[in-house]
């Protein structure tokens, strides 16, 4: 779901602007869906006290794995490519962010979906293995951190296939992403 806007100059390509609202909608879902589970955990015998031990772990734990996290996009990306690639945290999103160049859609997808597998997994094992709540709240944090890339790994292999991507950085600050269409098509999506 996205506003229609104008049509921009870019790379000598005409790019249709549009709004992204799929994202920030998931995300606000995402919120609510999280805060219902960790109300509901209580029904099932789960001890959801939260102690300043517990939110200090949390805290603590909830970082490290971001820093894992966004080092996991940095590491694949050098390893498909050689462009240089930028570390930036961003107080407007809360949130670490690598900056890319462009990157083709099979790259993204892989880059995307990396931390699933280097920071997801791990800690759906580590949860089973100590049924920790705070544990248990890394992980929903981390999932509903994720699904920006999780939804437009999505969205391009559904519209976008052989398709590039691009983020689009103005005055040093993230503001959306390009899609650069096999036909020569462009859509700005900003945030």
């Known amino acids: 779901m996205v506003l229609t806007g ?10 249709l602007v549009k709004k992204e609202v799929l994202t920030p909608l998931l995300i606000i879902l995402g919120l609510i869906t999280s805060f219902i589970i960790i109300s509901s955990l209580e029904f099932y015998g789960i001890n959801t006290e939260i102690s300043f031990p517990t939110l200090l772990f949390f805290v603590i734990g909830f970082i490290v794995v971001t820093v894992l996290h966004e080092i996991t996009h940095y590491m694949v990306i050098k390893l498909f490519t050689k462009q240089s690639v930028k570390l930036k945290f961003y107080f407007k999103y809360m949130a670490l962010i690598i900056i890319y160049d462009e990157l083709k859609w099979n790259q993204y997808i ?12 791990p800690l759906i094992i580590l949860y089973f293995e100590t049924w920790s709540f705070t544990i248990l709240l890394i992980l929903i944090y981390h999932t509903l951190a994720s699904l920006p890339d999780l939804v437009l790994s999505i969205k391009i292999i559904l519209m976008f296939k052989n398709s590039s991507v691009k983020m689009y950085v103005e005055n040093n600050r993230v503001k959306g992403y390009y899609v650069f269409k096999e036909n020569g098509e462009c859509i700005q999506y900003l945030f």
Request: charged share 15%; hydrophobic share 50%; aromatic share 10%.
């Open 6 to 15: 104008v049509l921009l100059k870019f790379k000598n390509t005409i790019c």
């Open 110 to 121: 892989v880059t995307a979906i990396s931390p699933q597998f280097t920071v997801e997994i």
